[in-house]
């Protein structure tokens, strides 16, 4: 990865850090307890219920996410991001772009 590229790389992972973490904010928000009270009506409550189980879900994803993105960050400053952690190959800038969280190459995310 040239130095230009590896710019370029860190301007999109800034990015997408942050639109994670604002979009983990939105879904802490909706993931809070679902009230007993009659602020639902009963099938409404059900339904409250269902989203919740869908956000929790989310929440999970975006953080995990976020996770793998502070790590690439890490990595780029130590002049490791780009190369697949199963094989070893440059993992190409398009894929990087695309999914900047990955640390695989195609090859080793479809293998696993
Ligand atoms: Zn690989």
Known sequence: MTDQEAREMQKI?????EETKQEIE???ELTKPVKPDNAYGRLSRMDAINNKT????ALREQKSRLQ???RAQKKLDEGK???CVKC???IPLGRLKFMP???RCVKC???S
């Open 13 to 17: 992972l800034d990015e997408k850090i």
């Open 26 to 28: 939105q879904l802490k």
């Open 54 to 57: 869908i956000n929790d879900k």
């Open 68 to 70: 793998k993105l502070e």
């Open 81 to 83: 991001y780009g190369i």
């Open 88 to 90: 070893g190959d440059d």
């Open 101 to 103: 969280w990955t640390a």
């Open 109 to 111: 995310a479809q293998k």
